[in-house]
């Protein structure tokens, strides 16, 4: 054992485990085979999700790499993707809980779908089974019985048929199913799905549930699954609609509602909840900013969905794609930037990536927010 090692085992033991606490999980896993005590206490459930509960949000963005964007030190760091996924159009979309990631992989094909869970900081990969297949108009989550172990992870599959091949016969699909992990196998729910979700809205995970942004009878609304009972329930009505608008969770136990409009792009409205658990969910108006130097998140419908959060202080931390115009006449550069955004203005803008291809077509979300973790896959 080097001296830096010996130093720190003659530590008070609660001392250690709070430096490991604020010690970023890549670095944790580098560091279990170094000390059996630091290799037992890593491994211990309570440390693993004490330690996700006290690590900062980043973004994750998949395409030739797996990039992973602190926005605080506002660096960014590249490895490659799983041999697994290496495919072309691989990652459709992501839904993301305790830094687990489902994956759906599709192609041309409406049934040609793939799904798997994933954790990048442990690299590693599992391939999840359909009971009959997965299609292209499904949507996902991922999430717990809170009244149960955290570790018992679900998966939840609704379909809305928006891309049937009329057609065709799905009888045989179920329309709402839900996977559990410890039996390996899929129950299918007496739900009917009469909703529209948003397509941009691929779900936010808060507290062992899922939401999205869905509509019906031209009502928007936020859609909620519980896990804990298996059921879906309308949450609360969202604020009038924008062109653009984007889900997430804020604080650990609540949603923010992002809105920009396209005419107005220098606007940018932030709506909060109250805590879900509490009995009657509403959206308060939390901040604006309003200034010519806002820039539109969504710069125009071909581009990629811009991914966000709120930090502290009410800053708006984003990474979007962008169309950047040069005096040349070449076709312009496609960039991605990330925006540090508060009441004040644009406060931060950093490019971390830069495309020259003409014809270049990225993802259809920017990125995912994504939190590494120690949490294995569940077997």
């Not at 799983?82 to 072309?88: C, V």
Request: proline content about 6%; some cysteine; overall charge negative.
């Amino acid at each position: 054992m080097d001296s830096s090692k010996r130093s720190l085992s003659s530590l008070p033991p609660e001392l250690i485990e709070e430096i490991l606490y604020r010690t970023p999980a890549e670095s944790l896993v580098r560091a279990k085979p170094t000390c059996k005590q630091w290799y037992a206490l890593i491994t211990d459930t309570r440390f693993i999700y004490e330690h996700l509960r006290r690590s900062p949000q980043r973004f994750i963005r998949t395409e030739e790499t797996v990039q992973i964007m602190d926005p605080v030190t506002r660096t960014r760091s590249d490895s490659p993707l799983p041999k697994e996924l290496r495919r072309l159009h691989s990652i459709r979309m992501m839904v993301h809980c305790d830094g687990l990631l489902l994956c759906m992989r599709s192609y041309c094909q409406y049934r040609d779908t793939d799904l798997a869970l994933w954790n990048p900081v442990l690299r590693e990969l599992a391939w999840i089974e359909p009971s009959t297949c997965f299609t292209t108009s499904d949507y996902y989550g991922i999430g717990y019985d809170i009244k149960k172990s955290r570790y018992d992870y679900k998966i939840l599959r609704f379909t809305d048929h928006r891309y049937d091949d009329h057609n065709a016969s799905y009888d045989d699909e179920p329309e709402v199913e839900v996977y559990e992990f410890k039996t390996n196998s899929w129950r299918t729910l007496a739900a009917e799905v009469d909703w529209a979700v948003d397509l941009t809205c691929k779900g936010a995970a808060v507290m062992g549930n899922m939401y999205w942004i869905a509509s019906e009878d031209e009502e928007q609304f936020i859609l909620g699954f519980d896990f804990s009972v298996e059921r879906f329930k309308n949450v609360c009505f969202c604020p009038p609609p924008a062109d653009n608008n984007y889900l997430a969770c804020f604080d650990g136990d609540r949603l923010s509602l992002l809105q920009q409009d396209e005419k107005e792009p220098w606007n940018i409205v932030v709506w909060v909840t109250n805590k879900l658990a509490d009995v009657d969910v509403l959206f308060t108006k939390y901040f604006n900013v309003s200034r010519p130097d806002v820039p539109a998140l969504l710069d125009h419908t071909d581009m990629a969905h811009p991914v966000y959060f709120i930090g502290e202080h009410k800053r708006i931390m984003a990474w979007s794609e962008v169309e950047v115009d040069e005096d040349d006449d070449k076709d312009p550069p496609i960039c991605i930037i990330f925006y540090e955004i508060d009441e004040g203005g644009v406060r931060r803008k950093l490019e971390t990536e830069r495309h020259y291809e003409a014809g270049y077509y990225g993802t259809f979300l920017c990125g995912y927010v994504y939190v590494p973790s120690l949490v294995s896959l569940p077997e």
